[in-house]
């Protein structure tokens, strides 16, 4: 399944001229206009994580991650830089071992959270040129072991954790049970390759190794709404590692099992479990990489249960979840998936004492772990010293759950509450839900 | 006037004009070579409205947080933009409408903003001498785009009063660096205005369709935080079709 599709770095190749025609072949308007827009001005660095944990190193700052693609960029493409490179600084890499020291700064110095895209006075898109980066080391194989491994995974398996189908249907049969037993409902279902449901729910593979409960919580949920609905068999992890390694053909490829999936299931729409790379790469870039035409709507959880809180088919009691709550924003979910104030509404349904994090929505910062950080453990150390602008928000808070709509901002932010020894813990929304939902008739 | 200044304010600048013109045209056709990339997702929000917002954006100090928490930078960057629309326009007034400085109310504010321009200049051009992040990123292009801004609107600053019977050299050297900016300026730094309405409107139509941008101006707004949601709800009824 995955020959010729992942590509495996190789030492005998002119990988920097590979390089150079690759970034010819792929890039785009919205790309050069992002390479040709920086006016150098500076103002990104205070918006950057890493620029602001680190104000000594000017190394740190987006403008200069982003001019380490553009001076190649200059030299390969653009008027000045071809006839006069060292006006511009402009300079085509040396050799593979320059091209591993720009994959040490596209993936380890960055979590593509586009805080500072959002901060630019030009509008440029620093993220996007960073994951434009990525995706031409990835295709010449110089991609930290992590990536490359789930990559692998995502390929061979369908799911980037590698879950068998075996494991994937036991660990659902054993959440129905649990349920079952716990509510005292012999009915309840987690069902999967039921044709014509309402929706087609998508989960993250962390959910089936290593957090269960989060299914059963979303199934109690539907239950008690009267929801028809399924899971695939194939098709079922809505997560995807080509947003990480800026691999389009593999995020196509992930995508449009999902979006097949549904489609031979004749599900009404797709519904995203808690997730924000995922929900990013389903909701919106997905069906860009795949070429593939968006003909169901495509929504995650939260506006679901939204819903359902809406229309009254299920009741939920705020005072069952008293302790103080913050929400924390998932930089793919709000400012790159524009769901900003549903959460909170659903917080404000569901829990009684909401402390809102500051800086907040659009302006949150990243957990430190996003842009697939957390599987690049070369870099850890960097993360979790960058960490402590998320540490000083959640600090100040004192609240003593953090909320987030993301499985890996959970595992980024438990990371940091447990580096920094904060007396906090991690929870989604659906916990929430789930806890605060009235199950008694 | 002399034979040479005549020259200078309108055959060259006229030549030069057309030659920035033309490489313009040029740059257009090579940014259009590029593919633009295409949408296939259902819009949550407008992408026109995504795009007009992203486009106004600079006029809204308040909607980033890199210019609300720094009002000074802003009204520098503003200062400094208004000294070079002043200074462009002068290079016209002079040779095709002399008599509109010959008001000394118009010359003694056409100075004023060009003389805090040169000021900005000034304050942007030791910044970026002085501030490590911004000298690394400095490139030979960025340092000459500046320093030639900082004698453009000192040329300009003298050149305003257009007196040409008391002294030529002023103006000489004001159209003689705006000659020479018509033909660098495609080359350099200082062309941005090209690219930023393509900036702008990919970023503009990319967030404007996922509902991002425009952003409401009471979600920046913490005090609203508890009593904006709910008219919101309302999208959420029954509207699962």
């Known amino acids: 399944m995955i020959e010729g599709r992942l590509k495996v770095y190789e030492p005998k190749t002119d990988n920097v001229k590979k390089f150079l025609d690759?970034?010819?072949?792929?890039?785009?308007?919205?790309?050069?206009?992002?390479?040709?827009?920086?006016?150098?001005?500076?103002?990104?660095?205070?918006?950057?994580?890493?620029?602001?944990?680190?104000?000594?190193?000017?190394?740190?700052?987006?403008?200069w991650k982003a001019d380490q693609i553009r001076r190649i960029f200059k030299r390969h493409l653009d008027w000045t830089g071809r006839i006069f490179p060292w006006w511009v600084h402009a300079r085509y890499p040396a050799d593979d071992e320059e091209l591993n020291?720009?994959?040490?700064?596209?993936?380890?110095?960055?979590?593509?959270?586009?805080?500072?895209?959002?901060?630019?006075?030009?509008?440029?898109?620093?993220?996007?040129?960073?994951?434009?980066?990525?995706?031409?080391?990835?295709?010449?194989?110089?991609?930290?072991?992590?990536?490359?491994?789930?990559?692998?995974?995502?390929?061979?398996?369908?799911?980037?954790?590698?879950?068998?189908?075996a494991d994937y249907l036991e660990t659902l049969k054993w959440m129905k049970e649990e349920l079952q037993a716990e509510l005292e409902i012999s009915e309840i279902e987690i069902p999967v390759d039921k044709p014509d449901c309402d929706f087609m729910y998508v989960i993250n593979p962390r959910e089936i190794k290593f957090d269960p409960r989060s299914i059963a919580n979303a199934a109690k949920i539907f239950h008690f709404a009267g929801e028809r609905w399924t899971?695939?068999?194939?098709?079922?992890?809505?997560?995807?590692?080509?947003?990480?390694?800026?691999?389009?053909?593999?995020?196509?490829?992930?995508?449009?099992?999902?979006?097949?999936?549904?489609?031979?299931?004749?599900?009404?729409?797709?519904?995203?479990?808690?997730?924000?790379?995922?929900?990013?790469a389903t909701r919106w870039e997905g069906y860009n990489w795949a070429n593939y035409d968006?003909?169901?709507?495509?929504?995650?959880?939260?506006?679901?249960?939204?819903?359902?809180?809406?229309?009254?088919?299920?009741?939920?009691?705020?005072?069952?979840?008293?302790?103080?709550?913050?929400?924390?924003?998932?930089?793919?979910?709000?400012?790159?998936?524009?769901?900003?104030?549903?959460?909170?509404?659903?917080?404000?349904?569901?829990?009684?004492?909401?402390?809102?994090?500051?800086?907040?929505?659009?302006?949150?910062?990243?957990?430190?772990?996003?842009?697939?950080?957390?599987?690049?453990?070369?870099?850890?150390?960097?993360?979790?010293?960058?960490?402590?602008?998320?540490?000083?928000?959640?600090?100040?808070?004192?609240?003593?759950?953090?909320?987030?709509?993301?499985?890996?901002?959970?595992?980024?932010?438990?990371?940091?509450?447990?580096?920094?020894?904060?007396?906090?813990?991690?929870?989604?929304?659906?916990?929430?839900?789930?806890?605060?939902?009235?199950?008694?008739? | 006037m002399s034979n040479f200044l005549r020259i200078l304010e309108s055959e060259v600048q006229i030549a030069a004009l057309i030659f920035m013109g033309t490489v313009y045209i040029f740059r257009l056709i090579w940014m259009f070579k590029f593919k633009s990339p295409k949408e296939r997702t259902f819009p949550e929000g407008s992408e026109r409205a995504g795009i007009a917002y992203s486009l106004i954006n600079v006029a809204m100090p308040w909607a980033m947080e890199s210019t609300r928490k720094k009002p000074g930078f802003y009204a520098q960057f503003v200062i400094f933009h208004i000294g070079v629309a002043a200074a462009i326009s002068a290079t016209f007034i002079i040779p095709y409408a002399p008599s509109v400085f010959k008001i000394k109310a118009v010359v003694l504010l056409f100075q004023l903003v060009i003389g805090a321009a040169f000021i900005v200049g000034l304050m942007r051009l030791y910044r970026r001498i002085i501030n490590p992040s911004v000298r690394l990123?400095?490139?030979?292009?960025?340092?000459?785009?500046?320093?030639?801004?900082?004698?453009?609107?000192?040329?300009?600053?003298?050149?305003?009063?257009?007196?040409?019977?008391?002294?030529?050299?002023?103006?000489?050297?004001?159209?003689?660096?705006?000659?020479?900016?018509?033909?660098?300026?495609?080359?350099?730094?200082?062309?941005?205005?090209?690219?930023?309405?393509?900036?702008?409107?990919?970023?503009?139509?990319?967030?404007?369709?996922?509902?991002?941008?425009?952003?409401?101006?009471?979600?920046?707004?913490?005090?609203?935080?508890?009593?904006?949601?709910?008219?919101?709800r309302d999208r959420y009824q029954g509207d699962s079709s």
Not at chain 1, 117 to 126: A, K, L, Q
Not at chain 1, 256 to 280: D, M, W
Request: some cysteine; overall charge positive; charged content about 20%.
């Open chain 1, 22 to 63: 690759l970034l010819s072949q792929r890039i785009n308007r919205q790309i050069v206009s992002s390479m040709v827009g920086c006016v150098h001005c500076g103002m990104c660095a205070d918006s950057c994580h890493y620029a602001l944990a680190r104000p000594d190193d000017p190394t740190m700052t987006p403008v």
């Open chain 1, 101 to 165: 020291r720009l994959k040490n700064i596209v993936f380890g110095t960055c979590s593509a959270c586009r805080r500072c895209t959002f901060n630019c006075p030009m509008g440029v898109d620093t993220a996007a040129l960073i994951s434009f980066t990525r995706g031409l080391l990835t295709e010449i194989g110089i991609v930290p072991e992590g990536i490359f491994n789930v990559c692998r995974d995502e390929w061979e398996t369908g799911n980037q954790m590698a879950v068998t189908e």
């Open chain 1, 231 to 280: 899971l695939p068999s194939w098709g079922w992890d809505q997560t995807n590692f080509g947003l990480f390694s800026g691999d389009d053909n593999l995020g196509g490829y992930k995508a449009k099992n999902v979006y097949e999936a549904a489609k031979k299931l004749h599900a009404k729409r797709i519904v995203i479990s808690e997730c924000g790379h995922g929900y990013r």
């Open chain 1, 294 to 441: 968006q003909k169901l709507p495509t929504e995650s959880v939260i506006v679901m249960l939204l819903r359902y809180i809406k229309e009254g088919r299920i009741k939920v009691d705020p005072a069952r979840n008293p302790e103080p709550v913050t929400f924390h924003d998932s930089c793919n979910i709000a400012r790159s998936g524009g769901l900003i104030e549903e959460p909170r509404w659903a917080l404000d349904y569901v829990c009684s004492d909401f402390r809102e994090m500051h800086p907040n929505r659009l302006e949150n910062f990243c957990c430190a772990g996003g842009g697939g950080l957390l599987s690049m453990a070369e870099y850890r150390p960097l993360r979790l010293e960058v960490g402590k602008i998320k540490v000083d928000q959640l600090k100040a808070t004192g609240a003593k759950l953090v909320c987030t709509m993301c499985h890996n901002c959970v595992d980024g932010l438990a990371d940091l509450i447990k580096h920094y020894k904060l007396n906090m813990k991690v929870v989604q929304v659906l916990d929430l839900a789930a806890n605060a939902l009235i199950t008694e008739k």
């Open chain 2, 137 to 232: 990123i400095s490139t030979l292009d960025d340092y000459l785009s500046l320093i030639l801004m900082i004698l453009f609107f000192a040329a300009g600053f003298l050149a305003v009063p257009n007196k040409y019977q008391k002294a030529e050299w002023p103006l000489a050297l004001f159209f003689g660096l705006t000659a020479f900016f018509l033909i660098y300026v495609p080359f350099s730094k200082i062309c941005h205005y090209l690219y930023y309405p393509f900036t702008r409107f990919f970023l503009g139509k990319t967030i404007g369709h996922r509902g991002v941008f425009p952003v409401k101006r009471n979600l920046m707004s913490n005090k609203f935080d508890r009593y904006e949601r709910y008219p919101m």
